[in-house]
């Protein structure tokens, strides 16, 4: 095995060195993203303000427990991908890999419950036509859904790039992206799960 | 990239990430068996903003990151679930703004 490299690492208690994970594209992508996500939520608040009946009784309809589940394995993800990161800093790329396949596995969980809940609420007779509260519901979740298939995708590349060692813990700049774009999909949840699932 | 990177520790992460789960079920709690008052709602919001900078602090390594960039991330996260709290808890002066 090749000697790993160590960077001069400073823990708590240092004084650290401010340093931007990700290059500026990818922050700007971040961005992009959330405001677009801000915006949904703004429309979805006015929609609410206008509908107070049917958003009252739109979560009670919902599966709650397939919303905690999903909650949990992001920021479970969320984790993996923080400890992937912390594991590629210090040149254990076998201990970043299996951080970052623990990352698709919960992605992967993420979307078996939600095509689990899709089914559930088509046995309970709830489609994105039943009324303004869904159509919001189905067009926020499943735009969230696609940007976890897109953030596999990249976690999943970067690993492979890991995998390859193209990574080293003086330069991982594409892993960094992509983890911070993986981040970005867990803080969006973060105001999904309660605004669609907790709020009645 | 600078040579000094900031680490955030393997304990550390992990105790946000207990925490993070412990809001999650909270909030779960919350959906399930307490009626939606004002306090619960700015209650519920205090949640987010809090979640949310410990996922910005903590798994993204953001605490000593250039200030623009942490301060845009955790902006989304006050100014987001504020508005959400005046949404919800005044949804009629919303209503008005929004009919044409």
Not at chain 1, 54 to 70: R, S, Y
Not at chain 1, 81 to 109: F, H, K, N
Request: charged fraction near 15%; hydrophobic fraction near 55%.
């Amino acid at each position: 095995m090749a000697a790993v490299a160590r960077l001069p690492l400073t823990m708590d208690g240092d004084a650290p060195q401010p340093s931007s994970p990700a290059n500026i594209a990818v922050w700007i992508l971040i961005w992009a993203e959330v405001t677009e996500f801000a915006l949904f939520f703004l429309v979805f608040l006015v929609a609410r303000s206008h509908n107070p009946e049917l958003f009252a009784e739109g979560p009670t309809k919902l599966n709650t427990w397939a919303g905690v589940i999903n909650t949990l394995l992001l920021i479970s993800s969320s984790y993996c991908v923080a400890r992937s990161m912390a594991a590629i800093r210090i040149g254990q790329v076998d201990r970043c890999l299996r951080w970052l396949g623990a990352t698709i596995g919960c992605g992967l969980g993420y979307c078996a419950v939600k095509a689990w809940e899709y089914h559930w609420n088509h046995a309970s007779g709830l489609d994105s036509r039943t009324d303004v509260f869904y159509s919001l519901y189905y067009y926020l979740t499943f735009n969230h859904l696609l940007h976890v298939l897109v953030g596999m995708c990249a976690i999943g590349w970067a690993g492979l790039r890991t995998y390859w060692g193209h990574f080293t813990p003086a330069q991982h700049e594409g892993l960094e992206g992509a983890a911070c774009y993986w981040h970005m999909i867990d803080l969006v949840w973060i105001i999904i799960f309660p605004l669609l699932y907790v709020m009645r | 990239m600078n040579d000094k990177q900031h680490v955030v520790s393997d304990n550390a992460l992990r105790r946000a990430w207990v925490v993070l789960i412990l809001l999650t079920l909270s909030s779960a709690f919350i959906a399930e068996s307490v009626d939606p008052t004002a306090g619960i709602v700015i209650l519920v919001c205090l949640v987010v903003a809090i979640k949310g900078q410990l996922v910005v602090d903590r798994l993204m390594g953001l605490r000593h990151a250039p200030p623009l960039i942490r301060g845009m991330m955790l902006a989304y996260f006050y100014v987001l679930p504020i508005l959400i709290a005046l949404a919800l808890i005044f949804p009629e002066p919303l209503r008005r703004l929004t009919t044409l």
